[in-house]
């Protein structure tokens, strides 16, 4: 069975431009979440969703935003793109049913660089 | 907002039983403590999940005290292998949505 998937891999883009990332999830799962992990640190808790509905939000700005599609899959935007939101960006999904506390399994990353 | 606290690195020999310990203080009462284990360029790979006292799997074993304010993942036997950065997640609900901490992580490196 495929894990989640990520696109792109990689991405350069220059500052004030928009981004667009996307996830597929494992066949079955319903919740996707989204990270933001800046070389060094551990992963950002950006968003979780289930069912299209956004359940969790993390401590970013509005510049980011999400959604969820009917076939669960996702996309992560990124607005007016600043140096400091260069990082690897993970998605995850779970079954979804029980909430954050189900195990998530991770995707590779797409990796983001803003000059 | 569930803040943890882990150590930043640590070094063990192979065959050796290596424990990591994670604070928690401020977890909540219906939360439960996950541990990922990352290698470089990968995403987090989950490898165990606990409530209270002990829960043992296939790869490591996870103890809880009575408090709950803290956590130590325990890895038998550490082999070259086990080398990655090991982070404990711990979750707070309220007002209907989520907020996932994971902490600041703990570079292990398992020495020949």
């Known amino acids: 069975d495929a894990g989640v998937t990520q696109s792109p891999t990689h991405l350069i883009k220059t500052r004030g431009q928009q981004v667009t990332l996307r996830c597929s999830p494992i066949?079955?799962?319903?919740?996707v979440s989204w990270y933001q992990q800046v070389l060094g640190q551990g992963p950002q808790f950006i968003f979780q969703?289930?069912?299209?509905?956004?359940?969790g939000r993390g401590n970013f700005p509005d510049r980011f935003s999400a959604r969820q599609f009917p076939n669960y899959s996702s996309e992560l935007n990124v607005n007016a793109l600043l140096l400091g939101d260069s990082a690897l960006y993970l998605c995850?999904?779970?079954?979804?049913?029980?909430?954050?506390?189900?195990?998530?399994?991770f995707g590779p990353g797409t990796r983001l660089l803003v000059l | 907002l569930a803040k943890t606290t882990q150590p930043i690195s640590m070094d063990s020999y192979e065959g050796q039983e290596v424990n990591i310990t994670c604070s928690h203080n401020n977890i909540a009462t219906n939360d439960y403590i996950t541990w990922y284990q990352q290698f470089p360029s990968q995403g987090p790979r989950f490898i165990i999940q606990g409530y209270k006292t002990k829960v043992t799997n296939e790869v490591a074993s996870l103890f809880i005290p009575a408090d709950r304010k803290s956590s130590t993942l325990s890895l038998p036997r550490v082999s070259l292998s086990d080398t990655a950065v090991y982070y404990c997640l711990v979750g707070a609900s309220g007002a209907g949505s989520y907020q996932l901490t994971f902490g600041k992580g703990t570079k292990l490196s398992v020495i020949p």
């Open positions: 969703y289930y069912e299209k509905e956004e359940r």
């Open positions: 995850a999904s779970s079954l979804g049913g029980s909430g954050w506390q189900e195990t998530q399994y």
């Open positions: 066949s079955g799962h319903k919740s």
